[in-house]
């Protein structure tokens, strides 16, 4: 059973930054995909950033140039540091892996973390 683990969430104003961890049960290198999503209260979750076995990352618009996703694979642990955070960053982070593709390159996340919060004040 694949369990994620996050940390690193908190309280921090308007600008600062934040790093958040997520630590997997199993090696992260099996994975095909690893990402991170959010969820604010009231709205949808959305995809924050992904980083798929290939090298390629891809990140939401709206966090391009302030957030940047990695991978350590050898401690089976993908981050995400946030920078220049603003109020609408507020949500809970959750961290999601995938071992297959739905339709390439898609990935099929199937397990997800319990998520942390992250709050930015103004």
């Known amino acids: 059973q694949v369990q994620l683990v996050e940390s690193g969430g908190g309280s921090v104003q308007a600008g600062g930054s934040l790093r958040l961890s997520c630590a997997a049960s199993?090696?992260?290198?099996?994975?095909?995909?690893m990402g991170w999503f959010r969820q604010a209260p009231g709205k949808e979750r959305e995809e924050v950033a992904h980083?798929?076995?290939?090298?390629?990352?891809a990140y939401a618009d709206s966090v391009k140039g302030r957030f940047t996703v990695s991978q350590d694979n050898a401690k089976n642990t993908l981050y995400l540091q946030m920078n220049s955070l603003k109020s609408e960053d507020t949500a809970m982070y959750y961290c999601?892996?995938?071992?297959?593709?739905?339709?390439?390159?898609?990935?099929?996340?199937?397990?997800w973390g319990q998520g942390t919060q992250v709050t930015v004040s103004s």
């Open positions: 980083v798929r076995s290939d090298g390629v990352i």
């Open positions: 999601a892996a995938a071992f297959h593709f739905t339709t390439w390159p898609v990935c099929g996340f199937a397990y």
């Open positions: 199993t090696s992260t290198y099996s994975f095909n995909c």
